[in-house]
């Protein structure tokens, strides 16, 4: 693998020092900077981008596992492009997860507002649903309260991490070394990469479509997951077939 190259060296220190930072000063950058639903009046156009260098504060592990797989598969993959065409992957990956996952979100707020809006519940009344989790308890004759939490979770949800970019990594090196043996630590097997990285983006789609969850918890952005990788694998796609022959 060689040396960590400089996009990826300034990449993970850029989010270490994110990761410390609201630590420090006095007011909420994570609160500030994560992905909130476009709806919520949290939401700034800033956090499309600033929410990929913002990780959970509750857990060491979240940006550890994101900078150990940056700089394991981010590295051969800059070592093969490039700077710059590095960087457009990895930001077009981050901001791609970041528009599917606000995409699913939002259908599943548009879907149970139409269900709300059908038996005649206000605005308002929806508005003091998703803002307070406060609902007039004869909707529950109707609606399931699972689907009432589906749409107040929707409404406060936000999203921190570079996870999304990472999927698009982990997509270009399964292209670009799809015989790599990686292994999970769970199941330290190791496997190649053209199986393993298939393998767990389709856990994450599983998990985003059932919203079933076993350890991560029912907080991971699955279709952020999701997204990245779809993005990730439709650009290396792309060069596959018009750039970069030398692959075949």
Known sequence: MGRITEAVKHLIILNIVLFIAPKLVGFDLQNMFALHFPLNPQFGFWQI????????????????????????????????????KFLFFYFSAGLGAAAIYTLANYYQYHSVYEDLSNIGVSATDIHNLVTNGQYDSRILEQIPKEELSKIYNAYNSSAVGASGAIYGVLV????????AKLALIFFPVPIAAKYFIPLIILGDLFFGLTGYSIGSGPNVAHWAHVGGALIGFLIVWYWKQHQFKRWD
């Open 49 to 84: 981008l600033t929410h990929m260098f913002m990780h959970s504060q509750f857990t060491f592990m979240h940006i550890l596992f994101n900078m150990y797989a940056l700089w394991a598969f981010g590295t051969p993959l800059e070592q093969m492009w490039g700077r710059n």
């Open 172 to 179: 270009a090196f399964g292209f670009a070394f799809p015989n």
